[in-house]
């Protein structure tokens, strides 16, 4: 049984600004199972009066009440019993007509089981006369694949797959033909038991009209016009109109004469327009609000049972949408590699005639710019995310939204997409550069960058109301990115007043990060893929397992002789590596990979290695610029100006971060802020979010 069955309005007036349009005074009591039309001139406060019945716009003054319980002091609990379909389109145009039923009916009903809502929404779809097209995608505007009817029918019939008390439907049949338009009021007529349902219709024909149990008329002031049976409506304006005629009041007769030719309801709807019903002789009777109000009764109205299981409607609903989006696919395998070959191909170079990676000098560019595109493609992907589902986020609102589930299904597509787009570029850009071994580091700070730019684009895209004035924010997220990473300009070098602490004794530390560059995300991603590059090649690595190894031997205080002949296999390893060469970079890798299992099975031997090559694998694998980098910022953490106050500086470049009196690896502090940035930019992005939904000022998204 459904929960509410009386609805009352008691002087319930708003008004937009100094306009007079919206409605006035409006003193009405409906009780359930009447289709009731809602007409009047434009501007008359249809819209405004359905807006604020759904609890999506609170009047200024007056009360709505729903069994006798104020809807905007029990906004959460009544609002989840209110179906609303407002004028616009709020589907998802990239998904079917059947995807888009089916999707609808999983946040609307929670306690059907899913073959029962695959039932519900097939006999919807027969219903609305769309079982021929239930495969096909609406488009969006530009694009249409379905008739303006069809789109009205599927817009309106998502409403209908919920089972809620109040059903309130905003210009279902504006420019449709009588055929659809009829097609649509039967299919709401046949779910209007137990139901309190209103149409706000502009101009509807003759037997459209007459088919509404009452209709409900406003005037130009959103004044109460007239509230009756279609009938009665229509025999009191004929009668008043006529008897205008015969009073011969100073109003011109012809105009009244071809007024009275006009059809019902057209004939009404311009005495309203050229205020006419002013003149009438008779009182239109209005419905009087009860003056005293009843003592309150127990609340009868519980808040309807949410779907916590949206999560996978949410993820289903964004992949299929995302697969769909043309732009999304186009940046995926079309930008991505576009790009790669035009950084990695203009960044190709070598002093030696050819081109070798450790010669390089473009290398720490290359990278940076990589973070860049990043970032780029991470904004490109979501800038428009909640944007485009506005419509749907507004008109499910009442239904139980999670937006964490919400925010996370987005979050996690993102993510899909971040990783394709990362590994068509890396595997492009990396191969041009003969960059080797090194993909899982560079995956791991593209990724993490997208995402960042990801989140920044949901931020936007939840606090900006159009595409257009999202994309426009890109540029000024960018911007200053690239400007106060510490790439294109090395921070020993920028404006000395962008430090806060700027005193004397700081001057000779010139690799200091200035306290406002730790808000840029690139500044983060940027140093730890220099020191991945420097630290993590498969060379640097292999080195520095077999110094740690000869450091521990060191520290003995005697050796036995298997000691000793261990030390000596890592002393010949470490000097062989050094100076090993082969014929390509893949004899190398596979040399390097032999001595390390050779050494851990205590089998080493240096002759077994012949050096017989043109490329070494220093060449391979370290690159001079970066080394210099990494090395420059270690030599100033060592200077001794820089202890005065027995604690080490935090140098950019640097490999180790000395906080709170301990000194930690760079990179994982930096994927921690990383990850501290998404984490901060989602849940404002939900706050956000949380706080338009649950709005009641009529604002849109």
Not at 153 to 176: A, F, K
Not at 270 to 299: C, M, V, Y
């Amino acid at each position: 049984m459904l929960e509410i069955n009386k609805l009352e309005l008691t002087s319930v007036s708003h008004h937009y600004g100094n306009s007079s349009d919206g409605i006035s005074q409006l003193n009405l009591e409906v009780e359930a199972n009447e289709l009731i039309c809602v007409i009047g001139p434009s501007g008359c406060g249809k819209s405004t009066l359905l807006k604020i019945l759904a609890g999506q716009l609170r009047p200024i003054s007056g009360e709505v009440l729903y069994n006798e319980e104020s809807l905007y002091e029990n906004l959460h609990k009544i609002r989840s019993h209110i179906s609303y379909s407002p004028e616009e389109e709020s589907f998802d145009p990239l998904l079917s007509i059947e995807e888009n039923f089916n999707f609808s009916a999983s946040i609307r009903c929670p306690d059907l089981s899913k073959e029962e809502r695959q039932q519900k929404t097939q006999q919807l779809i027969k219903d609305l006369l769309l079982e021929s097209k239930c495969t096909k995608i609406p488009g969006e505007h530009f694009q249409k694949l379905l008739s303006g009817g069809e789109r009205k029918r599927l817009n309106v019939g998502l409403e209908l797959t919920n089972e809620s008390s109040v059903l309130l439907i905003d210009e279902p049949t504006t420019g449709l033909s009588s055929y659809d338009s009829e097609n649509i009021i039967n299919s709401i007529r046949e779910r209007v038991d137990g139901k309190i349902c209103f149409v706000s219709i502009h101009q509807p024909s003759r037997k459209l009209f007459k088919s509404f149990d009452k209709a409900l008329l406003l005037d130009n002031d959103g004044n109460l016009a007239f509230w009756g049976s279609p009938d009665e409506m229509e025999v009191f304006f004929n009668e008043s109109l006529q008897s205008l005629i015969d009073q011969s009041k100073p109003i011109n007769q012809t105009d009244l004469l071809r007024i009275q030719e006009i059809g019902t309801p057209e004939f009404i709807i311009e005495l309203i327009q050229l205020n006419l019903h002013n003149n009438f002789d008779d009182q239109i009777t209005k419905p009087q609000a009860n003056g005293e109000r009843t003592t309150k009764k127990e609340s009868l109205i519980s808040e309807k049972k949410r779907n916590l299981k949206q999560f996978n409607t949410h993820l289903s609903r964004t992949l299929l949408s995302k697969l769909r989006n043309k732009s999304t696919i186009f940046s995926t395998l079309v930008i991505s590699p576009l790009l790669a070959l035009l950084v990695a191909g203009v960044l190709r170079y070598s002093e030696s005639q050819r081109y070798i990676f450790s010669e390089a000098p473009h290398i720490p560019a290359y990278i940076f710019i990589s973070l860049v595109v990043a970032m780029f493609l991470g904004l490109t992907n979501s800038a428009n995310e909640i944007i485009r589902d506005k419509g749907m986020l507004s008109r499910e609102r009442g239904h139980g939204i999670i937006v964490s589930q919400y925010i996370l299904s987005k979050f996690i597509i993102l993510l899909l997409f971040s990783v394709t787009q990362s590994w068509i570029y890396l595997w492009i850009g990396n191969s041009i550069l003969l960059i080797h071994h090194m993909t899982e580091h560079y995956m791991l700070w593209m990724v993490i960058t997208n995402l960042v730019g990801s989140s920044i684009g949901l931020l936007i895209s939840v606090s900006i109301k159009s595409n257009k004035g999202a994309l426009s924010l890109i540029p000024i997220i960018i911007i200053p990115q690239i400007l106060l990473a510490g790439a294109l300009i090395e921070y020993k070098k920028i404006n000395p007043s962008l430090y806060f602490n700027n005193s004397a004794s700081n001057k000779h530390i010139k690799h200091q990060v200035p306290e406002f560059c730790n808000i840029i995300p690139l500044r983060w991603s940027y140093e730890s893929l220099i020191i991945a590059q420097n630290e993590y090649n498969l060379l640097s690595k292999s080195l520095r397992k077999i110094d740690s190894i000869k450091t521990e031997l060191f520290k003995k205080k005697t050796l036995t002789q298997k000691d000793e002949n261990i030390l000596n296999q890592y002393k010949d390893a470490y000097t062989l590596l050094f100076g090993l060469k082969a014929k390509d970079h893949n004899e190398i890798t596979a040399q390097i990979e032999h001595i390390t299992n050779s050494l851990s099975r205590n089998s080493f031997n240096s002759n077994d290695y012949l050096n017989d090559g043109e490329l070494s694998a220093t060449q391979t694998f370290l690159n001079s610029k970066v080394r210099d980098l990494v090395t420059l910022a270690e030599i100033e953490i060592e200077d001794y100006r820089n202890h005065l106050e027995e604690k080490k500086p935090n140098i950019f470049l640097g490999k180790t971060k000395y906080i709170f009196g301990g000194s930690f690896n760079t990179i994982y502090i930096n994927f921690l802020v990383m990850c501290i940035f998404i984490l901060i930019l989602l849940t404002l992005t939900g706050f956000i979010l949380r706080k338009k939904l649950s709005s009641s000022s009529g604002h849109s998204m």
